[in-house]
């Protein structure tokens, strides 16, 4: 039986990026915040300090810092028509858990969607027709611009420190920026990271080819910085342990570094970690959020009573809890209707690495983020006719920390074993590097969340379930992209290369990328959508979705920035709307 | 020599020595005298040698045997310098299986257990400590039927073509696909090698000092910079930090002693 508790103003479910923000702006007006987050408290000093902070096999085989799927996993399959079975370890994504969610050992890369993003369908209906896109291809349109989304970019950015190079900066396009990004109505707070050799390397080889190199914005910060909530994020050192990692210099954005420090400090705000939401509450109408129910670490359960109640967990976890609360209408693929656990997207990585004799890179050294790309190959940059395929990616070479467990790069057709094999990756640890692309991924009909018939977290209620496939846009896309990577990288001159585009099915097991999207995505139509443009619920508007699990199809970047404008456009509509007048916003 | 070259020249030895056991690092008492680094230096040898004799907390002796011979082929000693093998990767697996590894400690184990496709990964009701148990005894089972001996007995040759076989799925083991058994193996015998030697393997860093790794890092600000130029040091691990045999910033970050070789790019 659940203990019941005073009532508070607001929940946030999830103690990650976007709850921390939400929660620090609601206090500082005054409201009663708490935020249950089923990890555990962690922090710069002592949980990332020296030496133990370098540490490959903990952190990127062990998995220190992300989930624990002995209590919560979900299933997969690649088809509607196989059995889901459950992902028993981690590998193609790494959700995190504890305070600052996956925030703490995310890369930096922090992009704003493309104007053209926003607006995937209308735009592609215009200009290629409707035979572009696959016929099950459930891309749309965001319900929200770009502009509209500015000032909410800029926010985030300012409030991370940034370090990148403007290059559109009011509608002036600024030479060593990227020239196609939406115009952008400041600098970043901070200047770019230093330049790694490989970088150096591409961003010579794609400038003769024509192509526009520009710095990639990262979180991974250039200098000392101090921001809005007075707090210090630290200078970065190149020291290599990045991604996977947290940081030993509080010099990478999180909410450790950023908004944590001040959050901690209001007395509005009361943090209660190892404490698990199971559910939230709804009225018999189930038009309104009563409450969410808990469950802590010595196995008591609570109902927690809000007016306000803010999912601000991982796309996957968001997802989840509307269909474990009956928020909004579940999806069925097979009539087309419902929207909660639609458009589940992911992203469509590829590479193409270079080795050399005679060049030596410090592979070891780096940062996440740490890199120059171009983009004259994502989004709608260039022309689609002809191509058979939507979408596209950002391409960069850079310096991210090679470690030997992980990255030990070899050319195609070495053993996987033995004393070749040895001689390779001797010969190529230092003297390799990778151009990487991050393609987008579109959504469609058949991949999707919902909840699995037959396995159970250890709560006993049913895991997630997700069916997902690439489909054969996203193969082409890779093909070509990583096609035209290789001609880049050709004219840099190594003596063996490996073209590796991203094709056939979707495997669950090896690491590829922690940018999964959808299941509650926004939208300007509730037919299909799950929240508004606000990320509020259609259905129950005292419930507001936070997170990548709101983009209706990914775009060709890391999402991290979009999330963080997208959790601003949710604050400035609940500060300035919502709280006046509680109710549906759209 | 100087006081000073000869202190450097010790930490030095010290820092390349090896994987110094957590427990056995605790129980030393620093010398009050001079010839404390002397003592240190050689109680760091007498340690490094109790760690290669270190009981196994999971393996049987049948299994160390088996471990010892596969992984000596997975990452061979050779002009290059010591193999899995040398680097204590066996005691490295002795430690992840008795562990929270073994154990699937992080990991969801609720059945039921189809096999499902190769999309949906690791499906097995075995633990890995489980799978290990099951795939050596099976192993040796198949050479001692094809062979008239177990796998440690067999010559080099033959035990490479019973690794070739399990890699390539051509032997049906009994109670666990030999592709999953042998890719497990292969995981760890490469996580053996590379991990910080905390972990029982990568001995004396082999494996960093194999592919130009220097372990916990430095601060690397300035040399990011300087293009095309190699980073050559001793590798630091973090039982060299914490035993304070290797030196640190305000940070906690490495101050790397650079390796005076003249060698190439």
Redesign the interface.
Known sequence: MATKLKPVDVVTVGVGLTGTILAKELADSGLKVVGLERGRWRDTDPDFAMPGAHDELKYVRRHELMQDLSKETLTFRNAMSETALPMRQLGSFLPGEGVGGAAVHWGGLTWRFLPWDFETKSRTLARYGKNQAAEDCTMQDWGVSYDELEPHFDRFEYLYGISGKAGNLQGKIISGGNPFEGPRSREYPNPPLKTAYSSALFAKAAQAMGYRPFPVPTGANSRPYKNEYGATIAACVYCGYCQFFGCEMGAKASPQTAVLPALMQNKNFELRTLCNVVKVNLDSEKKRAVSVTYVDSRGREFEQPADLVLLTSYVLNNTRLMLLSGIGKPYDPVANTGVVGRNYAYQTPSSVTLFFEDKNFNSFMGAGGLGLAIDEFNGDNFDHSGLGFIGGGFMQAGSNGARPIEVRPVPQGTPRWGSEWKKAVARYFNRSFSITIQGACQSYRTNYLDLDPTYRDAYGLPLLRMTFDRHENETKMSVWLTNKAAEIAKTIGPAKMNVSPRTGKYTIVPYQSTHNTGGAVMGADPQTSAVNKYLQSWDVPNVFVVGASAFPQNGGYNPTGTVGALTFQALEAIKTRYLKRPGALA | MKESGRRNFLKSAAALGAAIPAGAAAQSKPAPHADHEKQHAQHMRAATAAAQQRPNMFLSQTEVAFLDAAVS????K?E?GP?AKEAGVTSFIDQQLFG??GT???????G?W?E????????SPLTPAAVYRAGIRDTNNYCLKTYGKSFDALSRAQQDEVLKAL?GGKIELEQVRAQFFFNML?AN???GF???P??GGNRAKA??K????????????T???K?????RAQPVS?AD??QKVAQ?DE????IHVMLDDKAG?
């Open positions: 082929h997975l990452i061979p050779d290059l193999g929270g590894y699937m400690a992080k990991k969801y184990t609720q039921p189809p499902g496709t190769p999309q949906q990964g690791y499906q890699d292969l015998t490469v996580e590379f991990a910080d905390v972990y494996g960093w194999l592919v130009g790794f220097p372990g916990v890092a430095a601060v690397y600000t040399f990011i910079e293009h095309g130029v190699p980073y973090i930090i914490t640190v940070h906690g970050h490495a790019v």
